[in-house]
């Protein structure tokens, strides 16, 4: 049963580990719950946040309005012959998720274990990794419009999906409260194991013909290797996105820096933002109670007791060295609030 509670810290909400506080806080279990929040007049004309996991998240002041936790559960599906449609709960734990897949044997979301957080935000920026994003396997989602009180259902080509971009993101920022995502699985699994490490661990591990499972656990062992566990120390996973050039600024910079790091994409080159951090001397960099991550420069981690706002000032400096060194500028992935 949802209640609106007040005064309430953010600390135990974002894996950053923030200490913040909101002045409102509702937990959502179900839509009715949203329509009895949203009718509620102690909220009306309170700014609003939408939280999941909170694990995209930097917190740099306390939040004056309301934070709306999704925490709506459920997983189901459907069978029509090798196609499965899983359909899952805004509030329910992403790895949760793959893991019930990868135990039923249905193949798509393999290569997006471990990824933190909740289903309801993995369509707001297109979660990735190992050579798979959500739109390879997304249906469709349905969403809360906070104007209308009505839900409406948004196709793949309603949610205009980029790299770690969406509709969300963009036109529809703030407008909609997305409460349970359709994936389409198969049980005939296609497996993407193209991405460098995964083809060097499953050598390694002598798998010649891998299955769900292996892949799965072959990312889970790559990305414990990598990425430092949120609940040891705060974190929000890539602090920037990786920063995509034109090919004539690729061509420039290429003769000056022979190793830079670059992937080909649709629309320039996709350069390695932890490579272009790491040159500039950052990686495993202590700055007070914040500094990036020994094994991964494009992850900025809280020491202890950072606040939002040393960490935001740090992210500052990384901006600043990267592009007086290599003359491209990082965006920010995580939200800041
Ligand atoms: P939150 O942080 O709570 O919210 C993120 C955004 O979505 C906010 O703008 C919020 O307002 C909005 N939002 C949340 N839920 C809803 C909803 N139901 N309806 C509407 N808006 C909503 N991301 C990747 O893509 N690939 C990775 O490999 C990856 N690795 C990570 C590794 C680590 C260690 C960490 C800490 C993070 C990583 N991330 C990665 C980032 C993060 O896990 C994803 O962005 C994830 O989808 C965030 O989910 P969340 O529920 O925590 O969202
Ligand atoms: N690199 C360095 N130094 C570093 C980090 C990376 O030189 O400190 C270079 C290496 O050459 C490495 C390359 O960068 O081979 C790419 O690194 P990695 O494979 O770790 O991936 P990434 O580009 O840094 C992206 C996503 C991750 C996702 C991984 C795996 C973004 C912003 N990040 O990271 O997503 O898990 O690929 O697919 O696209 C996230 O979004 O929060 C996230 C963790």
């Given at each position: 049963m949802f209640s609106l509670k007040q005064n309430v810290s953010l600390k135990p909400y974002n894996t950053f580990g923030i200490d913040v506080k909101a002045n409102f806080f509702a937990d959502i279990y179900t839509v009715d719950d949203l329509m009895k929040l949203f009718t509620n007049s102690a909220i009306e004309g309170k700014k609003l946040l939408i939280l999941g996991g909170g694990s995209n998240m930097l917190f740099t002041e306390d939040f004056d309005g309301v934070v709306v936790k999704l925490s709506i559960p459920g997983i189901s599906y459907t069978t029509q012959g090798?196609?499965?449609?899983?359909?899952?709960?805004?509030?329910?734990?992403?790895?949760?998720?793959?893991?019930?897949?990868?135990?039923?044997?249905?193949?798509?979301?393999?290569?997006?274990?471990?990824?933190?957080?909740?289903?309801?935000?993995?369509?707001?920026?297109?979660?990735?990794?190992?050579?798979?994003?959500?739109?390879?396997?997304?249906?469709?989602?349905?969403?809360?419009?906070?104007?209308?009180?009505?839900?409406?259902?948004?196709?793949?080509?309603?949610?205009?999906?980029?790299?770690?971009?969406?509709?969300?993101?963009?036109?529809?920022?703030?407008?909609?409260?997305?409460?349970?995502?359709?994936?389409?699985?198969?049980?005939?699994?296609?497996?993407?194991?193209?991405?460098?490490?995964i083809t060097a661990e499953l050598t390694n591990r002598n798998i010649i013909t891998p299955n769900i499972a292996d892949v799965s656990a072959v990312v889970a062992a790559i990305r414990v290797s990598k990425l430092p566990d949120p609940s040891t120390i705060g974190n929000a996973g890539s602090f920037f996105k990786?920063?995509?050039?034109?090919?004539?600024?690729?061509?420039?910079?290429?003769?000056?820096?022979?190793?830079?790091?670059?992937?080909?994409?649709?629309?320039?080159?996709?350069?390695?933002?932890?490579?272009?951090?790491?040159?500039?001397?950052?990686?495993?960099?202590?700055?007070?109670?914040?500094?990036?991550?020994?094994?991964?420069?494009?992850?900025?981690?809280?020491?202890?007791?950072?606040?939002?706002?040393?960490?935001?000032?740090?992210?500052?400096?990384?901006?600043?060295?990267?592009h007086t060194k290599f003359g491209v500028t990082l965006e920010r992935e995580v939200n800041i609030l």
């Open positions: 090798d196609e499965i449609i899983v359909t899952a709960g805004a509030g329910v734990v992403w790895n949760d998720l793959v893991t019930f897949c990868v135990n039923n044997g249905f193949a798509g979301l393999e290569n997006l274990t471990l990824i933190p957080g909740t289903v309801g935000a993995s369509p707001i920026q297109n979660i990735g990794a190992y050579g798979v994003e959500l739109k390879d396997v997304f249906l469709s989602c349905e969403a809360f419009e906070i104007a209308t009180l009505k839900t409406k259902m948004f196709s793949f080509e309603d949610c205009k999906f980029g790299y770690r971009d969406s509709v969300f993101k963009n036109d529809l920022k703030g407008k909609y409260i997305i409460t349970q995502v359709s994936f389409r699985l198969t049980k005939i699994a296609n497996l993407q194991t193209h991405y460098g490490a990786n920063p995509v050039i034109t090919e004539a600024q690729f061509q420039e910079l290429i003769q000056k820096f022979p190793d830079i790091v670059n992937y080909p994409v649709q629309n320039g080159v996709k350069l390695a933002a932890g490579w272009l951090i790491e040159q500039c001397g950052f990686k495993g960099k202590v700055v007070g109670n914040t500094g990036t991550w020994k094994n991964q420069a494009l992850v900025l981690v809280n020491h202890g007791n950072a606040s939002g706002q040393e960490v935001y000032s740090f992210s500052e400096q990384i901006i600043n060295s990267v």
